[in-house]
């Protein structure tokens, strides 16, 4: 315990000032005395001098004729520190994204995370995943393929358009959506249960995620408890790529054709 409280007092002692991390990192880049760390990194020598003493306590910087230079060990903790400042960053970066996901993401590629284009909603743009969405509906090239837990009238009206493009659509809702668009939407619905270029598919259980890709592109989308869109995370052909067409595949084997619960329900064909 006493070894871990230890480890803990230095892992403390470099992340509790930016300052630290800044003498650590011009030492790993060269030798440097205090007056020049002090004007590198805008502290006083007090400052630095107290840093100083701490790192060579550690055994991460030691001294030579007036100059101080990172040990083998100091470059290591440094090395170490940046993958994890800077996985910290990237992990605020897609926090929305993250957090609405639920368990079907647990396995999205963190490669397709680190490159592909996140648009989050935020205070001061609260439509922005929304905006973004919209503009990657309007450029759909070939055959659109897409699962939603939501229902609205600008996505109805855009794959209106899409079809009357010709463009061919496969679309997993489940049973709250299509309540919901009998409900609102019935027209649209019709559209979408008689074109010959639209199948939709109604999943077994609730869905909580959102996909969508077509022949070149793909984006992943979170929604929150209220069903307001949150983030956006696009790619191209790629690792998320072929996550989301799996992701849609698996969603489609557990669902039924829309077209077939209206047969049921209307054995003389009268919708």
């Known amino acids: 315990m006493q070894r871990d409280q230890a480890v803990f007092d230095d892992i403390q002692f470099l992340t509790g000032s930016p300052h630290r991390r800044a ?16 004007a590198d990194i805008d502290a006083t020598r007090t400052t630095v001098q107290r840093i100083l003493a701490g790192f060579r306590e550690r055994q991460w910087v030691v ?14 903790i440094h090395e170490r520190y940046e993958a994890l400042h800077e996985e910290v960053t ?3 970066r897609f926090g929305p994204l993250a957090a609405h996901l639920g368990p ?8 397709a995370v680190k490159s592909g284009r996140l648009t989050v909603s935020e205070d001061g743009n609260p439509l922005a995943a929304l905006s973004r969405f919209t503009e990657w509906l309007r450029t759909v090239e070939g055959e659109m393929h897409a699962i939603s837990p939501v229902v609205a009238r600008p996505f109805n009206e855009i794959g209106a358009e899409l079809l ?28 979408g249960v008689d074109h010959d270029r639209m199948t939709i598919y109604v999943h ?10 077509d022949d070149n592109r793909c984006c992943v989308i979170a929604y929150d408890d209220a069903n307001n869109l949150r983030a956006v995370l696009e790619a191209g052909d790629g690792e ?3 996550w989301t067409t799996g992701v849609f595949e698996r969603h489609r084997e557990r669902s039924v054709p829309l077209s077939t619960l209206y047969d049921e329900e209307n054995p003389a064909g009268n919708r």
């Open 104 to 111: 079907v993401a647990d396995d999205l590629p963190v490669a």
């Open 63 to 76: 001294k030579h004729d007036g100059d101080y230079r990172a040990t083998v060990t100091g470059r290591r």
């Open 240 to 242: 998320l790529y072929e």
């Open 23 to 38: 003498v650590l990192a011009a030492l790993c880049d060269e030798p440097a005395r205090p007056n020049e760390l002090c």
């Open 164 to 191: 009357d493009a010709e463009t061919r659509i496969e679309f997993v809702i489940d049973s709250a959506v299509l309540e919901q668009s009998k409900a609102q939407y019935e027209s649209d619905l019709e559209l």
């Open 90 to 92: 990237r992990a605020r």
């Open 204 to 213: 077994e259980t609730p869905l909580s995620i959102g996909v969508a890709f």
